[in-house]
């Protein structure tokens, strides 16, 4: 199993409402991340965990809350979101932290804000 | 400071085509590793290769090879005999050691029938 799950895979809300992404692998990688992709545009870095530790927040609005139950799951909770937030959001993982892990990404979840 | 520069932002060819996508790199690390990803429609990053900065052996895997080049800092991919299930948006990025991936920009390769 090589695959990277991403719920769900549209998502339209409001500026007010509260809402969750959710990510799941079962490769047994200890490390997992969240990208933000707008159109034309390369995936950027939001956030990783490492072994089930936030190691890197890429000075994201605290609008965007990420969570890391377990080795398997990762979640982003979304509160107060602005129509620039706009995007496909994905999740990867890799085995390790090492810079020669190649990561595994999910389909994404594409988040329109309105 | 780390960059990757995909200076193609959309290429199109004719099904059977060679066609050669760019990447150029700039890093002060000495070990370091490059990857090109394949971004379908669907949206899925799609793993396609993995160099590390000690390795300039050329790489090829049925119809796609790689072309890794220290002294031009490039590392180049070719997919010789497109076909329409080519076209997707192609990604160069760079590592250290870190968990972070520098993205070029992308290269849009359309394959027309």
């Known amino acids: 199993d090589t695959e990277v799950t991403q719920t769900p895979k549209h998502l339209v809300m409001g500026m007010t409402n509260k809402k969750s992404l959710k990510c799941e692998q079962h490769?047994?990688?200890?490390?997992m991340y969240w990208y933000k992709q707008k159109a034309k545009k390369p995936p950027e870095l939001m956030f990783v965990?490492?072994?089930?530790?936030?190691?890197i927040n890429e000075s994201v609005p605290s609008r965007f809350s990420p969570e890391c139950p377990n080795s398997s799951l990762l979640n982003l909770h979304l509160h107060a979101l602005q129509p620039e937030d706009s995007a496909l959001y994905l999740c990867?993982?890799?085995?390790?932290?090492?810079?020669?892990?190649?990561?595994?990404f999910g389909q994404g979840t594409r988040l329109t804000v309105v | 400071a780390q960059k990757v520069t995909q200076a193609q932002t959309e290429i199109s060819v004719v099904e059977k085509e060679d066609v050669t996508l760019d990447c150029v790199y700039e890093t002060r690390d000495t070990t370091y590793y490059l990857f090109w990803y394949k971004q379908p429609p669907s949206g899925e990053l799609v793993f396609l290769i993995r160099r590390n900065s000690f390795d300039e052996q050329n790489e090829i895997s049925g119809r796609y090879s790689w072309n890794f080049q220290k002294s031009t800092s490039s590392f180049n991919f070719t997919i010789t005999a497109s076909q329409v299930v080519d076209s997707a948006v192609y990604f160069c990025?760079?590592?250290?050691?870190?968990?972070?991936?520098?993205f070029g920009s992308g290269t849009k390769l359309n394959v027309k029938p």
């Open positions: 490769m047994g990688h200890r490390a």
């Open positions: 990025a760079l590592r250290r050691n870190f968990n972070k991936f520098y």
């Open positions: 965990y490492s072994y089930e530790k936030l190691s």
């Open positions: 990867a993982s890799s085995q390790g932290g090492g810079a020669w892990t190649e990561a595994f």
